[in-house]
């Protein structure tokens, strides 16, 4: 996971636990682009892997469903594996950090501390830097083409 999403969840999903990162969760990657989607350039898509089916990811699923911010959940299928997106809004100030540079308020900045605690490599890079700069550009993977998918279950 990116130093640019560790910053920006906490903002985005206030409901958000350490197990919603876990691997017993499903959980995969956040992203910024869907190339199957062009053009959400306001959405950031939280993706999971949909075969996992457990009281974590009941769970979150539970609290996802509730927030404010999230825009849609839809289903993709690549490489023949099934992944819920859950696709959130950017706020307006995470929507500026998109651009690489990220210099949170101390507001935000005590928010996400508060989440990943001090010790963690993202506490330990805000506390010793007022801004960051990193990569913000993570396409999720293309979906699988109708076919492949048909092909496959024959």
């Keep these: 996971m990116s130093k640019f999403t560790k910053v920006i969840m906490p903002l ?83 929507y500026k950090m998109k651009e690489g540079v990220i210099s949170p308020t101390l507001e935000e900045r005590t928010q996400i501390l508060q989440f990943w605690g001090l010790t963690s490599d993202i506490g330990r890079l805000l506390l010793s830097n007022s801004t960051l700069s990193v990569e913000t550009d993570y396409a999720m993977p293309l979906a699988d083409e109708a076919p492949f998918f048909l092909e496959s279950l024959i």
């Design 12 to 94: 985005i999903e206030k409901n958000l636990k350490l197990d919603d990162f876990s691997d017993e969760s499903g959980f995969i990657d956040v992203y910024t682009e869907d190339p199957d989607r062009p053009g959400n350039y306001r959405s950031i898509y939280f993706v999971v892997n949909d075969d996992v089916r457990n009281a974590l990811s009941i769970d979150r699923a539970r609290r996802f469903i509730k927030s404010p911010n999230l825009k849609g959940v839809f289903t993709k299928r690549c490489n023949n594996v099934p992944y819920m997106v859950y696709e959130f809004n950017m706020t307006p100030s995470t």
